[in-house]
């Protein structure tokens, strides 16, 4: 397999000058398609599910796959961004996160949002799935215009609820990974 991902990572470096490191980070093995001198094997974009199918050492992105078009050109140039830009993309991810651990919003709800997780120690049984849950708080909050939600909208620069419950939810992940390891300092509140 590591074989496969250093062969996909040239021809697309050598192609379509794409930037191994989202090569690493963004695809995923599929399997094969086709027999003998034919055999491919695909790749798919963990964010998008555009495929690649390498041939020996060429690659081909499948620009079209189904109904749906494939590969746009700022996927592409999502794939060519220099290591800088790959960097500060991650930097801000983390401050965003970080923000997000951190505001009153999430603070105010941690346990609440928290035990809609099987995985977490104080699980609830018979409630919604974590991603309903917080689209029914984000709704909620939105009813009787809460402040806190008013802030964390306008520092995340989005009004549209399905991705304030998404954000809303990712310290979870984060607190729910550190209990289950045994942390001995789980992430402050």
């Known amino acids: 397999m590591n074989q496969l991902f250093d062969i996909l990572r040239a021809a697309c470096a050598r192609q379509f000058a794409f930037n191994p490191r989202r090569i690493t980070a ?3 093995y599929v399997g094969t398609e086709g027999h003998g001198k034919d055999l491919l094997h695909i790749f798919r ?7 690649i199918a390498l041939k ?9 796959h189904g109904e749906k078009p494939h590969w746009t050109e700022a996927e592409k140039a999502h794939f ?4 800088a830009e790959i960097d500060a993309e991650i930097e801000a991810k983390h401050a965003e996160l970080e923000y997000i651990r951190h505001c009153p919003l999430y603070q105010d709800h941690r346990a609440q949002l928290l035990s809609h997780y099987k995985d977490w120690p ?7 799935h974590p991603r309903e849950a917080a689209r029914t708080l984000i709704q909620a909050l939105a009813d009787t215009q809460d402040a ?7 520092h995340l620069h989005t009004n549209d609820s399905e991705q ?7 310290p979870c992940h984060l607190e729910i990974e550190a209990a289950r390891s045994g942390a001995d300092h789980p992430i402050p509140e």
């Open 148 to 154: 806190r939600l008013a802030d964390f909208s306008e």
């Open 56 to 64: 020996n050492t060429y690659a081909t992105l499948r620009e079209q």
């Open 122 to 128: 104080g699980y609830q049984a018979d409630g919604p």
């Open 45 to 51: 974009a963990a964010g998008s599910h555009s495929q």
């Open 164 to 170: 304030l419950a998404h954000l809303l939810l990712s």
């Open 80 to 83: 060519k961004n220099t290591d």
């Open 26 to 28: 963004e695809m995923r």
